[in-house]
């Protein structure tokens, strides 16, 4: 096929626009959209630090590339990369998220889940079995970003998630009737180092196709305990009804963002956990899952 704008071999198809598009057309609509979303909400500003919380996938290494290439040049703003090695065998290598990082020319913070928890994800399975494995991982790697963070001065944390991981949170909410996090406005909190998501706006095979074109060797796999996430049910629940009706997605992260700026609705603030110092909502969940793996 042929591009919609230039009539050059077309190397995308968006069914939401019905647009084909070429390399030079895809990476300016591409850099465009996640340029747009900087700008609709103020994620960077005059002397930020950011990091890119980088795992070595497709995601965060697109992410770390074009923030290189959009403020890079800049003065007033740096830019760095956190990686964590959550202690998966066989899933995470942190020489390939060096790797990317060096070739990019970025600065990169390491951390583990067992320097800083004791415990790793494979200690966790052990445990308590693989049924609940992300929820742990994904409490934890918040965490751990967030103190590393914090603890290097970086005043943005810069997440890969794309347009699809944004609509698979929203519906996930709906589908376990968590009007709590629908509501939950996205206003500062304290002790939370802000996240800003460029991609929010961005297809995931846009994300993949952009990191093919510019990065090389980064990891495809998906964690060996994905499988029992909710959100594994509703990444093929949501791709099956976007494939018959486009532009679903979109729809999703809209009205994500319009119940979160229903600001008056939701009463709940963040406190500072007495036993790890970090932000919570109530009981702290990533204290509670270190105490229920550590005492068995």
Partial sequence: MLCSKCRRRAVIYQRYSGLHLCKAHFIADFEAKAKRAIRTHHWIIPDDRIAVALSGGKDSSALLFFLKKLIGARRDVSLSAITIDEGIQGYRDSHVAAHIAESIGIELVTASFKEM????????????????????????????????????????????FNLDDEAQSVLMNVLRGDADRLLRPADPVAGLVPRIRPFLYIPEREVALYAFLHVEGFEIGRCPYSHNALRADVRVLLNDYDWRHPSTKYALVNLGER??????ISKTRASPCPTCGEPSIGECRSCRMLQEVLNG
Avoid: M, P, W
């Fill in 117 to 160: 928890f004791g415990v790793t994800v494979d200690e966790v399975v052990k445990a308590k079995g693989d049924r609940l494995s992300c929820s742990y991982c994904g409490v934890l790697r918040r965490q751990c970003l967030n103190r590393i963070a914090k603890d290097h001065g970086f005043t943005k944390l810069a997440l890969g």
């Fill in 259 to 264: 119940l979160a700026s229903c600001r008056a």
